[in-house]
């Protein structure tokens, strides 16, 4: 066979290659068109834990909040006559809306012994004694109307068959008649929708937007388009394989799904990157394919087993992270093997410019190099202080955490929670003890006792009659009655902790625990999520025992693989560092930070051994040979996603912000790890082969 047959058949299989792409594409712009956005943070819980099954088993009794709305009103003053009935009037319309079961508002809360509104119990009266009268009737009152008789939340409560949204239609027309008064959507729902919406913004305007920095500065870091241009298509094509696969599998893109598009973006740049410096040394670009290719398929694998992962952390949510981590990951990783090559050969044809050195960074990382034993201790000074802020963080989670809160949602969030206004997200539930179903008059000292707790402070009369519940509130087989404890959505685990310990004790206090228990959103979010967080670091930890296995066997030393694995976790310790520092807890978001912390660093350290490895150098050269050749390109594309994942703070969903700053914090810190401290590290345990 000549070497012009062989020319033919590898140039025939680039463009075999190419086409396969070019499908691959047009399949995946096809699919993006039927991708779903879902912003179901309660289904991120969902599992097999106690506290989602007893939620579940609360919500196929009841089927509260599904499609529930919150509304805060705002006026100068609700006392003033025509905003008073501008209230009454809209009440009334809710009352009558379609798909509308109750209203539960300031006209909810009975008058001691009677049925009448306290509201409206002395209707001679001014409305502003009446209103202080309200405010210090008790914390259910509290929860409706703010003190400064400013605000007032009315929290509609829908049939059981109404489907999410439903109510959510005929709110904008109420709004609208309800003038003078300021209305506004503020409950579960509506921060689902902005949920869903700021996820859409992201994909069409942040995600391209940190595409175009990342080119713009990697043209700049490489002195050519055409080479810049080579490095970001196939990383951009990932993300697009990535999301047409989602939507032909008709799989929605969730909160947490959101973070893989700029994971994917990292990985495949940052191999493209290294791909690219390789080709541009002694050998072009047939070397460098065989040379690093299978070192980006390493990245790939080990990023993948850490997003896999997740399967064990127990909930459905993550369930779908750790299936769709790795095939976001392989997108990538194809779109490299397949792209780069035919790429290079079509615009990287002549003499280009040769890319940035980093002379700067890279002559202190050799230095470092030659001297193994300050940097093992720098290393050691590193581990040492970041260790306070490993696992000393306490979990933090509120059903609001996406929402900024510099947008308008944000401000009435934070507005509620400073005034204790609060949507009914939480439920004392009170069980039938005769067994009959229905109310009764033996019914009434239990329910009162708990409304009492719950609704409208320690005075509730007790009559001879059965307790007056709305149906609404009942049960489906009419043995139990839930009854709505107004708090904040944004209350953080503390105070909601401390809510949850008043409850408890006064249920114990009235001889309730054998027939009255918590239930609802806000429950759930505060005991599952400190379970999920943990089972996320747990088989975090799974994951490294599983990639050190991985590195040992393409490595072929356990030694060296705990050393490299050890290494990479250093930015997951930088993230804990931060959360440490900075006072804030442990969120999922943060907690898939890690994940993407650790891929970037196994992403360097997999590339560094990779150029070690195949180093032909003299003893003693190997390891600043392999630094001189690796180096760079983890520079190039350190500053290239620092820039990118910039891009985040432009970001409608709160936790992707800080998201952003999660990574870029490990993106300096592996690169770090991987320049000064795995180098020296090996050279102190790997002498006679350095």
């Known amino acids: 066979m000549t070497d012009t047959t062989v020319a033919r058949g590898i140039s025939a299989g680039r463009w075999l290659k190419g086409l396969l792409a070019l499908a691959i594409t047009l399949l995946s712009v096809w699919g993006i068109r039927s991708l779903q956005v879902e912003s179901d943070v309660i289904s991120a819980l969902s599992g097999n834990s106690d506290g989602y099954l007893a939620y579940e088993a609360f919500q196929n009794r009841f089927h509260l909040g599904a499609a529930d709305e919150a509304m805060l009103v705002r ?67 509290s929860a409706l109307v703010s003190s400064a008789r400013d605000a007032a939340l009315l929290h509609v409560i829908s049939v059981p068959d109404a489907q999410p949204g439903d109510i959510a239609t005929m709110l904008p027309q109420l709004i609208a008649d309800a003038a003078p008064l300021d209305v506004a959507a503020v409950g579960q729902a509506e921060v689902e929708r902005q949920i869903s919406a700021n996820l859409l ?9 940190a595409v175009l920095i990342c080119i713009i500065v990697g043209a700049i870091i490489l002195r050519s388009v055409r080479a810049v241009l080579v490095c ?25 799904l959101a973070t893989l598009p700029m994971l994917v973006m990292v990985l495949a740049f940052a191999d493209t990157l290294h791909l690219f410096y390789a080709s541009r040394e002694e050998g072009g670009l047939e070397k460098a394919v065989r040379n690093v290719m299978p070192a980006a398929f390493m990245t790939s694998l080990t990023s993948a087993l850490a997003l896999a992962s997740f399967g064990f952390a ?63 201790v720098l290393a050691l000074a590193v581990v040492v202080g970041l260790i306070p802020g490993v696992n000393s963080t306490d979990t933090d989670f509120s059903l609001s955490e996406h929402i900024r809160d510099d947008s308008p949602l944000g401000h009435d969030l ?75 959505l944004g209350n953080g685990p503390e105070r909601f902790g401390a809510e949850l310990d008043r409850l408890r004790s006064g249920i114990e206090d009235a001889g309730l ?91 360097n350290t997999i590339h560094y051994l990779n150029r070690w490895k195949r180093s032909k150098g003299p003893r003693g050269t190997r390891l600043g040979e392999a630094l001189g050749h690796a180096g760079p390109p983890m520079v190039a594309s350190t500053l290239i996603m620092t820039l990118g994942f910039g891009a985040t703070l432009l970001s409608a969903t709160a936790s992707m912000p800080q998201f952003g700053v999660f990574v870029i914090s490990a993106l300096w810190m592996a690169l770090v790890a991987a320049l000064w401290f795995l180098p020296a590290l090996i050279r102190l345990v790997r002498r006679k082969e350095t």
């Open 75 to 141: 006026a100068p003053d609700l006392a003033d006559p025509a905003a008073f009935e501008a209230l009454e009037n809209l009440i009334l319309d809710l009352q009558f809306t379609d798909g509308v079961a109750e209203v539960v508002s300031l006209f909810s809360l009975p008058a001691e012994g009677t049925s009448t509104p306290l509201i409206l119990a002395d209707d001679s009266a001014p409305l502003e004694d009446r209103f202080a009268s309200f405010i210090g009737s008790g914390p259910a009152a």
């Open 314 to 376: 127990g909930s459905d949510a993550l369930w779908g992270l750790a299936v769709w981590g790795p095939v976001a990951v392989f997108s990538g990783f194809a779109s490299v093997y397949l792209l780069f090559p035919l790429l290079s050969r079509l615009f990287i044809r002549g003499e280009i410019n040769h890319p940035a050195g980093f002379s700067m960074v890279m002559a202190p990382a050799q230095s470092g190099l030659r001297h193994p034993r300050l940097m093992a």
């Open 232 to 256: 970001a298509a196939p990383a951009i094509c990932g993300v697009l394989w990535f999301m047409g696969f989602l939507g032909w599998a008709g799989h929605a893109l969730d909160p947490w």
């Open 414 to 488: 934070i507005f509620m929670e400073d005034e204790g206004l609060g949507s009914a997200s939480l439920f004392v539930v009170v069980e039938d003890t005769d067994g009959e179903p229905g109310l009764s008059a033996d019914d009434a000292p239990r329910i009162a006792a708990a409304a009492a707790l719950a609704l409208s402070g320690p005075d509730v009369a007790v009559g001879d009659e059965a307790p007056l519940v709305p149906e609404r509130f009942r049960a489906s087989d009419d043995l139990a009655v839930a009854l709505p404890v107004l708090v904040p």
């Open 513 to 603: 625990s054998d027939t009255a228990r918590l239930a609802g959103q806000s429950l759930l979010a505060h005991e599952v999520v400190p379970e999920t967080v943990d089972a996320m670091r747990s088989s975090f930890y799974i994951a490294l025992a599983a990639i050190t296995l991985v590195v040992a066997l393409s490595q072929r030393t356990i030694i060296l693989a705990v050393l490299a694995t050890a290494v990479s976790a250093l930015p997951m310790m930088a993230i804990e560092g931060v959360l440490y520092l900075s006072g804030r807890g442990m969120t999922m978001t943060a907690a898939i930070a890690l994940t993407v912390a650790f891929g970037i660093a196994v992403d």
């Open 201 to 209: 913004r992201d994909q069409t305007l942040v995600t391209p937007v």
